[in-house]
């Protein structure tokens, strides 16, 4: 018998990591497919002390511009009501903030013809530091939601609970960000490959770290350059 979004609990379909241009943009980004099941019928104005629970956890959220495009634009979508899906992508993007990676860009559409399906995308600096900061971003947001709304299937598809062994149970954001700190200096470049890293960024010039040292490639096509550390 088919569901409805009321009967449907909440399930990670899919997850995709963008490199280099793709669809969404131009910029390095996670994407995260989400059926919001049940949730589809509850924004935010209709979870109760959920964004005040929210804002207390992580108060850099009231700097995010969303669409307004000034401080506290976020905080007054929360207010007016918005979905779980463009929440889960802010709080993604101030943890990677918090852990010491800075991004800011991000958006949430819904998927053509699937009710309740959305596409969550935000962008990153680290890849492994992004999904954790997706699947982080996906427990504590679920965590702070009335129980009868809570549980999220499919998490394993963001990260693996490998990656990291505090990963299962982290739901607070203290918690989320000592393990994204911690995966920030796992994968830190050497100081004369940030510095190459950060002129590169300066000037607009695309970097993509293609394995897990020192190897980048800068910009694209036919004007790439590779490096390996500063050599």
């Not at 088919?2 to 399930?11: D, H, K, L, P």
């Not at 995709?16 to 049940?38: F, K, N, Q, T």
């Not at 007054?76 to 800011?104: K, Y």
């Amino acid at each position: 018998m088919a569901t409805t979004s009321g009967e449907r609990a909440m399930q990670v379909l899919e997850r995709s990591l963008y490199r280099g241009p793709h669809l969404y943009s131009a910029r390095p980004m996670v994407r995260i497919r989400l059926d919001l099941g049940r949730m589809e019928d509850w924004p935010t104005d209709r979870l109760g002390d959920f964004s005040t629970r929210l804002l207390e956890a992580l108060p850099g959220l009231d700097r995010h511009g969303c669409c307004y495009g000034e401080p506290g634009g976020f905080v007054r979508r929360l207010r007016d009501g918005t979905w779980f899906g463009h929440v889960v992508e802010h709080v993604a993007l101030e943890l990677q903030t918090r852990a010491g990676t800075p991004v800011t860009r991000g958006k949430t559409r819904s998927v053509r013809g699937q009710t309740g399906v959305y596409d969550i995308l935000f962008t990153y600096r680290d890849e492994t530091t992004a999904l954790l900061a997706g699947r982080l971003a996906l427990q504590l947001c679920d965590a702070l939601l009335p129980e009868a709304l809570a549980g999220i299937g499919g998490l394993d598809r963001v990260c693996a609970d490998s990656l990291d062994p505090r990963l299962p149970g982290a739901v607070q954001a203290d918690e989320a960000a000592a393990i994204l700190r911690d995966a920030v200096r796992r994968t830190a470049f050497g100081p004369s490959t940030q510095a190459l890293v950060d002129a590169a960024r300066r000037r607009g010039i695309p970097v993509e770290r293609l394995n897990t040292g020192s190897l980048l490639r800068l910009g694209w096509g036919a004007r790439q350059r590779r490096l390996r550390a500063s050599v």
